[in-house]
């Protein structure tokens, strides 16, 4: 019988196309009559994920969303998703706080299907995993960054709609488009933050430092997903320091997407951080996608050094305070 680890984890930056068992999703994937460019179930593994050790570009990366985000485009899919993120990570983890995100507007099949009934799945899954296990979890919606103003506008109508039924935050994500510019949503992420929600922006991932000081100016985060390469503008981490702005680092994601070229770039920039007094913690990204569990992120983290067992419980502590999912915030 397998024994539960003896301590409780916090994953605040997990992605709900990055998640799901390959298994379950080749499961829902033929429930829905879904044609797959492949026939063989290892042929689909490997169209999903990433390989240990293998590298990609960002861009790379962000196109194996594409099947993952498409076989989960209907109510049963979200529901079944969700359920079993949250309830995976409590049973092969331990983790007993997750937050997890991800576009509705990239589940309903381009407006074929109705947005509040992709609201309500998520919902469903979210409420059925809190009876099952003893976990506190909430969601997250991302923005996209290639989507139109209006279309995003429509999420955050959604998320505030939907305030009180689980969904805890707002994030902007995905491949920057020509003309986006984080100045512009600086008056819908306030109404956001008025009703509610805690915000967090992905910036300084494949971007550099200019990218987090617009977000930190324009648009005044609880979180940064990601950051990294905030670190290379010292005044600017002083500032999220102030602000207490906590960095949601994802040390295999970084690798495999090669944003950061190395372990010793990556021990280089959390360095920095630490002199800095930078609030962050270690998250999974996509942890099937990837591979990887947080429970080995953090053993990664203390293995190349990257932070002390006693950092690692700070981050522990910081990733805590830093979460949206707070006691009677949802139903």
């Known amino acids: 019988m397998p024994k539960r680890p003896s301590d409780e984890l916090i994953d605040l930056h997990t992605h709900l196309g990055g998640a799901v068992d390959p298994a379950i999703m080749w499961t829902i994937a033929h429930q829905q009559g879904i044609r797959l460019p492949t026939k063989d179930y290892w042929q689909f593994v490997d169209l999903i994920t990433i390989a240990p ?62 947005l509040d009934h992709i609201m309500m799945a998520a919902i469903r899954g979210l409420d059925r995993v809190h009876l099952e296990y003893p976990v506190r979890s909430g969601l997250i919606l991302c923005l ?54 805690g915000v967090t922006v992905h910036a300084g991932e ?3 430092p200019e990218s987090v000081d617009e977000v930190v100016r324009c648009l005044e985060p609880d979180r940064i997903g990601h950051g990294i390469h905030a670190a290379e503008d010292r005044a600017l981490c002083r500032r999220l320091a102030d602000m207490k702005v906590h960095l ?44 990887t569990t947080l429970r080995e992120e953090l053993k990664f983290a203390v293995r190349n050094e990257l932070v002390s067992p006693e950092e690692l419980a700070l981050c522990g502590a910081w990733a805590r305070e830093a979460s949206f999912v707070r006691d009677g915030r949802f139903s």
Not at 256 to 272: G, N, P
């Open 206 to 208: 494949e971007e550099g």
């Open 248 to 291: 949601e680092i994802c040390p295999t994601s970084n690798l495999h997407t090669q944003v950061v070229k190395s372990v010793a770039e990556l021990r280089d920039i959390l360095e920095v951080f630490r002199r800095e007094r930078v609030r962050f913690s270690f998250n999974t990204d996509g942890p099937e996608m990837l591979q």
């Open 144 to 197: 996209d960054r290639e989507f139109t103003y209006q279309q995003n506008e429509i999420i955050v109508d959604k998320a505030l709609k939907y305030r009180n039924r689980g969904i805890v935050g707002i994030d902007i994500a995905g491949a920057r488009g020509a003309n986006f510019r984080y100045a512009d949503y600086s008056t819908l992420l306030k109404r956001a933050k008025e009703g509610g929600l």
């Open 53 to 114: 050790g293998e590298r990609k570009s960002f861009d790379e990366f962000l196109a194996l969303y594409h099947w993952t985000e498409l076989i989960q485009s209907s109510p049963i899919a979200v529901e079944t998703s969700v359920h079993e993120v949250i309830g995976g990570a409590y049973r092969k983890n331990n983790i007993t706080t997750l937050e997890l995100r991800f576009n509705p507007m990239k589940r309903n099949r381009g407006g074929e299907q109705d």
